[in-house]
């Protein structure tokens, strides 16, 4: 389906590409950590990759990214 809708009669396969910001909280030592999500059409090609970034609703499955990240995290936390 994705290829379908982000990528074009090549067959080339369409990637997700997934950028992490991390957010410092300036009354606290905690880390806001987000992320956003784009569909890659030509992916490698120096001249015809596109990104599309998908909206919030479409973003929501990456969710678990972060909160395993976040689980992760805090046990390497408390081990050290």
Known sequence: MNTLVYGDW???????????FLHAL??????LL???AYMIGEHGDIH???EHKLTRVHRGRFQELLDEHLRWSSLIARIR
């Open 10 to 20: 090549s067959g080339k396969k369409v990637w997700i590409r997934i950028k992490v």
């Open 26 to 31: 300036d009354s606290t030592a905690q880390v």
């Open 34 to 36: 987000e992320c956003d």
């Open 48 to 50: 015809f990759e596109e």
